[in-house]
C-alpha cells in the first residue's frame, strides 16, 4: 500500500481538478458502494442507511469505504494506518477510537461485530451483509455465532376467560423488557417491534428468525379471584427447546408491585440462565477464530470453578478477550475481580502493584461503558480489597441503581456493609441476592458471606446453618469450610467441629489461624478478625 493515497482521498482531488471529473475507473468506481442496507456515496461523501443520511466524520468515511472496497477480507492494521493516516505515527487508541465510530455509524458494536469483525491479530474485516432483496447469503460466523446475544420478549398472554388479566399481561411485558434491558451484554428486542413481531406470526421459530434473536421469553397471566399465577419461559431458538420455566403464584395486591417484583425475579434469573447458556455454547465452539464474546464466556466458566488453576486460566482468557477487542468492556472488569479473588482466595501474592493494576482494570471497563453494572460490581470489590471502603460502598450503590436486579451487586454490597458492622442491612442484601438469583454459579458467596455476617454479629448458630448450606454447593470454595468452622468453635460443638475441620484441610492442607489472617487482610475491625480467628482456635485450629 505503500504512501498511496486513499481511495476517498483520490476522489476528492480528482473532483476539485479542471480536468473532466470521470465517474468511474476501472481499479476506482466512484459509484455508491453498497453493502447490506447501505450504501457509500463517493461523490457526495455520504453514508446511507435505507436511503438515509447517516452523520458520519471525515476519517471514519474513509475507514468505512477502505473496509468496503476489501470487503470479506480481512485488512491489518498496517495497511489501515497506511491508507487512512498515510504512515503518520499514530497510537492504537486511534484507530479504536476510529473503528469504534464505524460500528457506531452502522448500528454495531464490539461486542456484537455483526458488521465489523476484529480479527485477532491481523485486523479488521466487514463482514458480507445479507441484501434485502436479494439472493446473496449472509457470511457465516466462524464457529457459529460471535457477540452478545439477542433476545426477543414476547407480549404476555392473558389466559382469562372475561380478560381481566389483559393490562396485567401488558404491564408485565414492558416491565420485564425494561429490566431485561438492564443487562447490558444482552440485545433485547424493542417492545414495538416484539408486539410487531407477535402480531405478524403464530409460529415461535418465524418470529425468532425476523426477530433475529438467540433467545425466546413467552409469558402468560391467569387469575382466580385474588390469586395470580403468571408462567415465564426462556427457550433456545437454534432448536426451540425450553431452558427455563418458572411459574410465581401471587396474591393480587397492588398491581404495580407486583409487576415489578415479577419483573425482578424474572430478569435476574434469566439473567443467570442466559450467562450458563452462553458459556455452554461457547464451550461447544471450535477454538479456530473465537471472538471477543467467546473468549469472555469461556474465562467465565473457568472464574466459576473457583480453584486457583482455574482462576489462572480465567485471566488468561480475558486478557486474550482484551486482545482481541480492546472495546469490550466486560472482559477487563472480569479480570480485575480474578485478580482480587487470587489475592484473597487463591495463591496469588498481594503488592500495591497488583491492587493497582485491578484498580486499572476496572476503571478501563468502565471507560468502555459507565452504564454497566457488572463493571461497578468489579470495581467495588476491587475498592474493598484496596480498603477503600465508602469508594467501595459508593461503587455498589451505584451498581444497583443502574441494574437492581444484579444479584451479584447485592451480595457485594451486603460484605461491604457486614465490615462496617452494619449487619442487619448486610444480612438484607444477602437474602435479596438469593432471593434474585437461586441458582446463581455464586451462590455459595452468597450464603459464605452471610454466615460471616452472622458471625460478626455474634450469630453463631445462623452462621454455621448457612456456612453449612454454602458448603453443599459444588462448586463452593473452601473459606465456606473454614466459617463452617470458627462459627462451630464459637458454639463448642466439637464433634461437627471436627468433622468440618477434617473437610478444610482435605481442601486446604496448609490453613492455619495465620494464613487466614494474612488472606482477611480487607476486614476493616481488628475485633471483628478477632472473632473470626478466636472461633478458629477454639474448634482446634493450629
Not at 487470587?342 to 452504564?371: C, I, K, P, S, T
Not at 437461586?438 to 459464605?448: I, N, Y
Not at 463452593?476 to 468433622?499: K, M
Not at 471483628?528 to 482446634?540: D, H, P
Request: charged share 25%.
Amino acid at each position: 500500500m505503500g504512501g498511496r493515497p486513499s481511495a476517498v482521498r483520490q476522489i476528492r482531488e480528482l473532483l476539485m481538478s479542471r480536468s473532466t471529473v470521470q465517474t468511474s475507473t476501472d481499479d476506482e468506481p466512484v459509484g455508491p458502494i453498497r453493502f447490506g442496507n447501505f450504501e457509500l456515496d463517493l461523490v457526495r461523501f455520504e453514508l446511507r442507511r435505507d436511503g438515509q443520511p447517516v452523520p458520519i466524520e471525515p476519517r471514519t468515511f474513509d475507514l468505512l469505504t477502505f473496509l468496503a472496497r476489501n470487503i470479506g477480507r480481512t485488512v491489518t492494521r498496517d495497511e489501515i494506518f497506511s491508507e487512512i493516516w498515510h504512515d503518520r505515527i499514530v497510537s492504537d487508541a486511534a484507530l479504536s477510537s476510529q473503528i469504534k465510530a464505524a460500528r457506531r455509524a452502522l448500528g454495531d458494536d464490539g461486542n456484537s461485530q455483526q458488521i465489523i469483525a476484529t480479527v485477532h491479530g491481523r485486523g479488521f474485516r466487514l463482514r458480507r451483509q445479507l441484501v434485502p432483496g436479494g439472493a446473496d447469503a449472509a457470511e457465516p460466523l466462524p464457529g457459529g455465532r460471535t457477540g452478545m446475544p439477542t433476545l426477543v420478549v414476547l407480549p404476555c398472554t392473558s389466559l382469562d376467560q372475561d380478560g381481566r388479566g389483559r393490562v396485567m399481561a401488558q404491564g408485565l411485558t414492558e416491565d420485564i423488557i425494561t429490566a431485561l434491558a438492564r443487562n447490558r451484554w444482552l440485545r433485547v428486542i424493542p417492545r414495538s417491534t416484539a408486539f410487531a413481531l407477535e402480531r405478524s406470526s403464530d409460529d415461535l421459530a418465524e418470529i425468532a428468525r425476523s426477530a433475529g434473536a438467540d433467545y425466546l421469553v413467552a409469558s402468560s397471566v391467569r387469575r382466580d379471584g385474588n390469586r395470580v399465577r403468571i408462567t415465564v419461559q426462556l427457550i433456545d431458538t437454534r432448536d426451540m427447546r425450553c431452558l427455563w420455566s418458572e411459574a410465581f403464584d401471587r396474591d393480587m395486591t397492588d398491581i404495580f408491585e407486583l409487576q415489578e417484583e415479577i419483573a425482578r425475579l424474572v430478569s435476574a434469573r434469566l439473567a443467570t440462565e442466559l450467562g450458563i447458556a452462553e458459556q455452554q455454547r461457547a464451550a461447544r465452539q471450535t477454538r479456530k477464530n473465537l471472538g471477543a464474546w467467546e473468549l469472555y464466556q469461556l474465562g467465565s466458566i473457568e472464574f466459576y470453578r473457583f480453584t486457583g488453576e482455574s482462576n489462572r486460566r480465567c485471566q488468561r482468557l480475558m486478557r486474550q478477550a482484551i486482545q482481541q477487542d480492546p472495546e469490550f468492556g466486560s472482559p477487563y472488569a472480569r479480570l480485575a475481580y480474578a485478580m482480587i479473588l487470587e489475592m484473597v482466595y487463591f495463591d496469588g501474592e498481594r503488592d500495591e502493584a497488583r491492587l493497582d493494576e485491578a484498580l486499572n482494570l476496572a476503571l478501563r471497563g468502565l471507560d468502555h461503558d459507565d452504564q454497566d453494572a457488572n463493571s461497578l460490581f468489579a470495581l467495588g470489590r476491587v475498592r474493598l480489597a484496596r480498603c477503600e471502603y465508602e469508594l467501595a460502598i459508593d461503587a455498589l450503590d451505584e451498581a444497583l441503581r443502574l441494574n437492581p436486579c444484579l444479584a451479584l451487586s447485592h451480595c457485594g454490597l451486603g460484605d461491604s456493609l457486614a465490615y462496617e458492622g452494619r449487619i442487619e442491612e448486610a444480612i438484607g442484601r444477602f437474602q435479596t441476592a438469593i432471593e434474585l438469583s437461586p441458582h446463581d454459579p455464586f451462590r455459595w458467596a452468597f450464603m459464605s458471606y452471610r454466615s460471616l455476617a452472622h458471625l460478626f454479629g455474634g450469630e453463631f448458630q445462623e452462621a454455621a446453618s448457612w456456612a453449612r448450606r454454602a458448603t453443599q454447593v459444588p462448586n463452593a470454595h473452601y473459606w465456606a469450610n473454614a466459617n463452617l468452622v470458627s462459627a462451630l468453635g464459637h458454639l463448642g460443638d466439637r464433634r461437627q467441629a471436627d468433622e468440618a475441620i477434617s473437610a478444610l484441610l482435605r481442601m486446604r492442607p496448609d490453613f492455619t489461624r495465620r494464613f487466614a489472617a494474612e488472606r482477611l487482610f480487607y476486614v476493616k475491625n481488628p475485633e471483628q478478625l478477632e472473632v473470626f480467628l478466636e472461633g478458629l482456635k477454639r474448634a482446634g485450629i493450629a
